[in-house]
Nanobody
C-alpha cells in the first residue's frame, strides 16, 4: 500500500512562490512516474505536471508551463512542485499522485494512488 502526503500549501500574494512536497511510503517510489493535479472550487480536477520515474522527463499543462517546475528526489521518496509567479487562478487544492502505467499518461484513471491534497490560495 502506498501513502502519499502533501505539504507546503498556504496563502500567498499574486506573483509569489510556493513549494509543494509529496512524501511517499510503501512501494518502490523510484519505479513510478508521479504527477500533480489540482482542483479549484466548483471545477473538475485537472492535470498540472508529470515527471517520469527517474526524473529525466517532465511535462506540464499549458497553464503552468514556464512558471511551475516538478522534480523528485528518489533517495528521499519525495516529489516537489515549485510554483513561481503565482496567479489567483492557481488557487486550488493540489494533489500528488502515483502512476500505475508504464507508458506516458496524464489521464487520472491511470494514477492509482493519491494524496489527501494541500490547499493553495493566491490572493490578488
Amino acid at each position: 500500500q502506498v501513502q502519499l502526503v502533501e505539504s507546503g500549501g498556504g496563502l500567498v500574494q499574486a506573483g509569489g512562490s510556493l513549494r509543494l512536497s509529496c512524501a511517499a511510503s510503501g512501494q518502490t517510489f523510484s519505479s513510478y512516474a508521479m504527477a500533480w493535479f489540482r482542483q479549484a472550487l466548483g471545477k473538475e480536477r485537472e492535470f498540472v505536471a508529470r515527471i517520469d520515474s527517474r526524473g529525466g522527463s517532465t511535462y506540464y499543462a499549458d497553464s503552468v508551463k514556464g512558471r511551475f517546475t516538478i522534480s523528485r528526489d528518489n533517495a528521499k521518496n519525495t516529489v516537489y512542485l515549485q510554483m513561481n509567479s503565482l496567479k489567483p487562478e492557481d488557487t486550488a487544492v493540489y494533489y500528488c499522485a502515483q502512476s500505475s502505467a508504464v507508458w506516458f499518461t496524464v489521464a487520472q484513471s491511470n494514477y492509482n494512488y493519491w494524496g489527501q491534497g494541500t490547499q493553495v490560495t493566491v490572493s490578488s
